[in-house]
């Protein structure tokens, strides 16, 4: 009996051996599967943040152009100030005026600096030269107001630039 129990045990200890070994490469795989699923889920995020950011630009762009399209608007508000006279009616198209140059600057447009200022080619396209006691390049004239839509310059201001004399 004793050799039968000593046989026993022996197989139930292969046994134990063999269940220990079965459970450590069951255990090795979850591990490994478990990577696999932190890897996918931090590829998956990386996606979803890739396509938020792409979202935002297509929005963005989609604004930039219709910024753009306003500023015909914009300019009819200028030529319509100019040529009125004083009274209720410059006014109120005054206050209009600032109103939606108001919603567009919340929007990201911004004005373009041009009279008295250097002439910068990123931001002024001279249109017109005339000689000038200012300094060569100084601004003399916006005839077009530029702008920028956010930190991009979407319309170039048009200027007449000073000339020097050519005293000598």
Known sequence: MSAEVNLETQKLQERLVELQREMEEKTRLAEERLNQLKYLQADFENYRKSLDREKEMIIELANENLVKDLLVILDDFERALQGMEEGK?????????????????????????????????YYHEAVLREKSEQEEGTILEELQR??????????????????????G
């Open 146 to 167: 530029g702008y920028m839509f956010k930190s991009k310059v979407i319309r170039h201001s048009k200027v007449k630039v000073a000339e020097n004399c050519g005293e």
């Open 89 to 121: 009616s410059k006014e109120g198209l005054a206050m209009l005026y600032r109103n939606f140059l108001r919603v567009l600057e919340k929007h990201g447009l911004k004005p373009i600096e041009a009279v008295g200022k250097k002439f910068d080619p």
